[in-house]
C-alpha cells in the first residue's frame, strides 16, 4: 500500500549534523504518523523520534531530545530527521516506519519500513 525510501545517509564527524529524508509512495500519506529507529550491528532496533499525522506533535527518545528534530511535509509526501551533535554510537542504518492507527515508540506502532540508510559517525 505505501512504500518508503530513505536517503541521506553518509559519513560525518563526530559532532556534526546529517538530515535524513524518507519519502513515500501513494496519496495517503497524511493518514499516517511517521517515525525514525535506528540498528546498530549486534542491537535491537530503537525508537528514535516519531511525529503526528498533521506534524503537531513530536515524541523522541530521550537520548537525542535537543539535538534531533523530526519534521514532516505532506504536500511532498516527506519526513525528516534532523540530527546535530552526533556521537559516534549513533552510528547505525535508520529506518522511516509508517503506522496508520497510532504515534508510538514501538516498532509494533509501525504498519510499512523502507530499507534503511547508513549513518556512520567517526570519532
Known amino acids: 500500500q505505501v512504500q518508503l525510501v530513505e536517503s541521506g545517509g553518509g559519513l560525518v564527524q563526530a559532532g556534526g549534523s546529517l538530515r535524513l529524508s524518507c519519502v513515500a509512495s501513494?496519496?495517503?500519506?497524511?493518514?499516517?504518523?511517521m517515525g525514525w529507529f535506528r540498528q546498530a550491528p549486534g542491537k535491537e532496533r530503537e525508537f528514535v523520534a516519531a511525529?503526528?499525522?498533521?506534524?503537531?506533535?513530536?515524541v523522541y527518545t530521550d537520548s537525542v531530545k535537543g539535538r534531533f528534530t523530526i519534521s514532516r511535509d505532506n504536500a511532498k509526501n516527506t519526513v525528516y530527521l534532523q540530527m546535530s551533535s552526533l556521537k559516534p554510537e549513533e552510528s547505525a542504518v535508520y529506518y522511516c516506519?509508517?503506522?496508520?492507527?497510532?504515534?508510538?515508540?514501538?516498532?509494533?506502532?509501525?504498519?510499512?519500513w523502507g530499507q534503511g540508510t547508513q549513518v556512520a559517525v567517526s570519532s
Open positions: 501513494g496519496r495517503t500519506f497524511s493518514t499516517y504518523a
Open positions: 516506519a509508517a503506522g496508520r492507527y497510532s504515534l508510538g515508540t514501538s516498532r509494533y506502532d509501525y504498519d510499512y
Open positions: 511525529i503526528s499525522k498533521g506534524g503537531g506533535s513530536t
